[in-house]
């Protein structure tokens, strides 16, 4: 199976400062059609994980552009550009290049 | 509105069996895979099983392999997940969520095996 590592695993952060997150995955996570399946997900407390990244770079429909998603081949970030208080929650990468589809172990965010 | 609900959690002993339903609105079912993903009490999401548009190919995670089993109603827009045998690990929130990428999830049925 594809272990996705990220770091940290917690983040504690101030109001209006950026925040970013790891994420590596222990194989390559290109496919054969030249895509990469890699996903980032926001699950508030309480909440089911939300989608807010896919294929990397792309924003889901309704996502702030302060969340920004990069990377290649098995090293990827996610960046938020300055945190707000409703961002607080724990971030999961995923990828779905390989199967079964793993995700990463969490991210805590949290206000200092 | 795009939305996912899942149903028939509860509380079962070891060995015992549960059926989970997820009723799906807002958008062709059978046009798209579906998932089921579980998440243990205070741990990260975890891939348990998928099947595609028509029901014809599904696949699972080696853990419950076996043991459940994936299907849908495409004419009730239902997806469920029959699960046999289950043991104290599979206590967790099931998740139903839409396509390879997980774009859409439901609010979860919490299961937990426990005597």
Redesign the interface.
Known sequence: DVVMTQSPLSLPVTLGQPASISCRSSQSLVYSDGNIYLNWFQQRPGQSPRRLIYKVSNRDSGVPDRFSGSGSGTDFTLKISRVEAEDVGVYYCMQNTHWPRTFGQGTKVEIK | EVQLVESGGGLVQPGGTLRLSCAASGFTFSSYWM?WVRQAPGK????VS?INGDGSTA?Y??SVKGRFTISRDNAKNTLYLQMNSLRAEDTAVY?CARD?????????TMVTVSS
């Open positions: 998932n990260g999401p975890v891939w998928v696949s995670a080696d998740y390879h990428a997980s774009d859409i999830w439901g609010q979860g």
